[in-house]
């Protein structure tokens, strides 16, 4: 029988966000120390197999940045190039959910079909998503191109588990957004879990905190389960956390911008 083939996964970091606190981000349980600064790091994923990359989230703009005035360091787009990867000759490119870090960057991938959750464009094209608490977090034009992409036949709808290669998949987990979904990575470590906001930062799923944004905290919980069972590596790597960089070696070169994970 030939060897199955085992993953490699690197994230890409394309900027920061250095003005949030620890209130933004976790609820008030124990006493939580909700002014201190923390901050949030965003990263795009690559999961590499000889002859293909495929991305997990594309991330936001410098265009969209003009309004939400984070510490943007590129587009996602082009920071994949320290990794040598063509943004045009990607096959699928995961789209963990719609919220705005996440799905802004689609237009490089030209090629690619993008993987989502139907629950999740459901959800941001129904009653709800125009809600001031949910709205916030998309930006509008996003959803419409994601809608347009569908029609153009290159959005891959999901409901629930989808294989998108050999060893690569995808799980509704819910919770943060209800078509929130994580992706599961055969590696020569075992499973690992690319949690994306199922778990933004390690300290929610390794001190079961469900994070302050939420449709759910019940799924959220479920989707901390879920994925603490499926890792069969140990791993499961959060979202957004600025210890990834510390966690993970970097890639030679790339100090500061992209770690290999697995
Ligand atoms: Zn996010």
Redesign the pocket.
């Known amino acids: 029988m030939p060897e199955p083939t085992a993953h490699e996964i690197y994230g890409v970091k394309f900027g920061q966000n250095l003005r949030g606190v620890r209130g933004h981000y976790f609820l008030g349980a124990d006493g939580d120390p909700h002014d201190e600064q923390m901050r949030l790091d965003y990263y795009v994923w690559v999961i590499r197999s000889p002859g293909q990359d495929i991305v997990l989230d594309v991330g936001f703009t410098a265009e969209t940045n003009k309004r939400r005035q984070r510490d943007h360091w590129e587009n996602p787009s082009q920071a994949l190039a320290r990794l040598g990867v063509d943004p045009a000759s990607v096959p699928y490119v995961i789209i963990s959910h719609l919220?705005y870090?996440?799905c802004g960057d689609v237009e490089p991938f030209t090629s690619a079909r993008f993987v989502l959750q139907e629950e999740e464009m459901a959800f941001w094209t129904g009653r709800f998503g125009p809600r001031a608490e949910f709205a916030r977090n998309i930006e509008l034009p996003d959803i419409r191109r994601m809608l347009e992409l569908n029609y153009e036949g290159r959005v891959q709808m999901v409901d629930g588990l989808w294989e998108v290669v050999d060893g690569v998949w995808v799980q509704k987990v819910g919770g943060h957004t209800p078509g929130m979904q994580a992706t599961f990575v055969r590696t020569r470590k075992g499973i690992v879990v690319l949690a994306s906001?199922s778990s933004?930062f390690f300290e929610n799923i390794e001190q079961d905190k469900p994070f302050a944004v939420h449709t759910s905290i019940v799924d959220m919980y479920r989707g901390f389960d879920a994925m603490n069972a499926a890792a069969t590596s140990g791993i499961v790597i959060a979202?957004?956390d600025p210890l990834i960089g510390e966690r993970f070696p970097a890639v030679p070169g790339q100090e500061g911008h992209v770690v290999r994970v697995a």
Do not use: P, T
């Open positions: 919220h870090d996440h906001d933004h979202g957004h």
